[in-house]
């Protein structure tokens, strides 16, 4: 465990380190989202990165990400928080407001960096007014707060435990768990860069790629990096 007052970005920092080391700092100030987004990361909340071991080529790599989503989730709902869900990839969410988002990066083969960022008691919208009544923090939802550490803990216990699930069982259980956190099936907006397409999204397949039906009725299957964004629709 490498611990950090402010850093720019736990994953660059991550980067050099090898399997099962992770680096957690108290801000960054070049925080990281998803599509080249900055990630507000002020003094409060948890901003993690853990070096996950992936073995090339197997069919269990595309997973990897969708169950670190599902390691923070369980996490999360060990420590009291319910009504949580996810939307695809992996953004975690409360009440339709984003309490927690991965950010995967590969910087060498075999190994994954797995950036989590959740909202304790920071005040992401104080930093950011584009944020107001998009997000949710672990202090409006349980009380008392739980101390940094612990959430960290238990992040870092359920994504070992499921890395060694998808080692030890494959994927079956893991997808059948993911599957069952998007909540109920919903209209989405599917930008493949540069085509857009409307339909509903039913969950992932065994190969981890997002299953849509279309308005025809159709089953169509993306691969993951074939998607550069999914909006939820009315
Ligand atoms: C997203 O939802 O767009 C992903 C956000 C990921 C944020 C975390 S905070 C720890 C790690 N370091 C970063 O720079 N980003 C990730």
């Avoid at 990630?39 to 992936?54: F, N």
């Avoid at 803990?153 to 997808?175: C, F, I, M, Q, Y």
């Avoid at 039913?202 to 999914?230: C, K, M, W």
Wanted: net charge neutral; aromatic share 4%.
């Amino acid at each position: 465990m490498h611990e950090h007052d402010a850093v720019s970005s736990t994953n660059l920092l991550a980067a050099r380190l090898p399997a099962w080391h992770a680096v957690r700092a108290e801000s960054q100030t070049a925080g990281r989202g998803r599509f080249q987004r900055t990630w507000v990361s002020d003094r409060g909340g948890l901003w993690l990165s853990a070096v996950i071991p992936i073995t090339g080529g197997s069919p269990k790599t595309s997973i990897v990400p969708l169950a670190s989503g599902l390691a923070v989730c369980r996490a999360l709902r060990a420590l009291g928080v319910d009504w949580i869900r996810m939307r695809w990839p992996n953004d975690i969410l409360v009440n339709n407001r984003k309490l927690a988002g991965l950010l995967i990066d590969q910087f060498v083969p075999g190994l994954l960096v797995v950036g989590i960022g959740i909202n304790v008691s920071n005040r992401p919208e104080e930093c950011d007014q584009a944020l107001c009544g998009q997000v949710a923090r672990l202090a409006d939802l349980l009380t008392p707060v739980p101390p940094l550490a612990d959430v960290m803990r238990h992040v870092l216990t359920s994504l070992e435990e499921s890395s060694k699930e998808l080692e030890d069982n494959g994927p079956a259980n893991l997808l059948r768990d993911i599957n069952a956190l998007w909540g109920n099936n919903r209209m989405v907006q599917l930008d493949l860069d540069g085509p857009v397409i409307k339909g509903e999204f039913v969950g992932v397949d065994t190969a981890g790629r997002l299953t849509l039906r279309s308005t025809d009725n159709t089953i169509q299957f993306y691969e993951p990096h074939a998607v550069r964004l999914l909006r939820e629709i009315p």
